[in-house]
T-cell receptor, first 114, second 113 residues
Framework: AQSVTQLDSQVPVFEEAPVELRCNYSSSVSVYLFWYVQYPNQGLQLLLKYLSGSTLVKGINGFEAEFNKSQTSFHLRKPSVHISDTAEYFC????????????FGTGTQLKVEL | KAGVTQTPRYLIKTRGQQVTLSCSPISGHRSVSWYQQTPGQGLQFLFE???????NKGNFPGRFSGRQFSNSRSEMNVSTLELGDSALYLCASSVEDQGNIQYFGAGTRLSVL
């Protein structure tokens, strides 16, 4: 079975500073990888995805992530955060050819401070 | 295009009651999945429906059930509610293509008293 680990439950960062949210996964078969963001009292919004091809993927709101197959990682980065980036971020995987069951990490609360 | 619509947004029930939640997918999306989100267990997959058939099921008791209609709208039902069923229930829809990217609704917040 696949699993997703987000090592940091909370990440505080000052506005305009860079940030990296870490995600590692485990799976015996190939997966698709996703990052979602959740603002308070809202559903999940897709930030970016890795399906195939270039290992560096760019998403919305200036976020990007790099797929590293050897380290089974998919870390999310942003060079300069804004107050509005304060939210919870979820890394998720889905098996290729395995239907629509997303397996999520436990989430990382990003808190941007002035 | 309209996004995924979930109704109602909030629900308060008492133990032992049953509840039905509704999800209207994005137009053209035939797959609908349901997830439960709690502070303790995080985001957990409940089940997925495609073309009115349950295609995948998570590890939840039989009190949790669902169905999908011919227009792809889906409902989930929880019978004999327990306090532990209090959660945010999220619905997601997708098309059958590479990645099966799922788009989520705003969720239904269920409180069981």
């Amino acid at each position: 079975a696949q699993s997703v680990t987000q090592l940091d439950s909370q990440v505080p960062v000052f506005e305009e500073a860079p940030v990296e949210l870490r995600c590692n996964y485990s799976s015996s078969v190939s997966v698709y990888l996703f990052w979602y963001v959740q603002y308070p009292n809202q559903g999940l919004q897709l930030l970016l995805k890795y399906l195939s091809g270039s290992t560096l993927v760019k998403g919305i709101n200036g976020f990007e992530a790099e797929f590293n197959k050897s380290q089974t990682s998919f870390h999310l980065r942003k060079p300069s955060v804004h107050i509005s980036d304060t939210a919870e971020y979820f890394c998720a995987v889905i098996l290729t050819g395995g239907g629509n069951k997303l397996t999520f990490g436990t989430g990382t609360q990003l808190k941007v401070e002035l | 295009k309209a996004g995924v619509t979930q109704t109602p947004r909030y629900l308060i029930k008492t133990r032992g009651q049953q509840v039905t939640l509704s999800c209207s997918p994005i137009s053209g999306h035939r797959s609908v999945s349901w997830y439960q989100q709690t502070p303790g267990q995080g985001l957990q997959f409940l089940f997925e429906y495609f073309s009115e058939t349950q295609r995948n099921k998570g590890n939840f008791p039989g009190r949790f059930s669902g169905r999908q209609f011919s227009n792809s709208r889906s409902e989930m039902n929880v019978s004999t509610l327990e306090l532990g069923d209090s959660a945010l229930y999220l619905c997601a829809s997708s098309v059958e293509d590479q990645g099966n990217i799922q788009y989520f609704g705003a969720g239904t917040r269920l409180s069981v008293l």
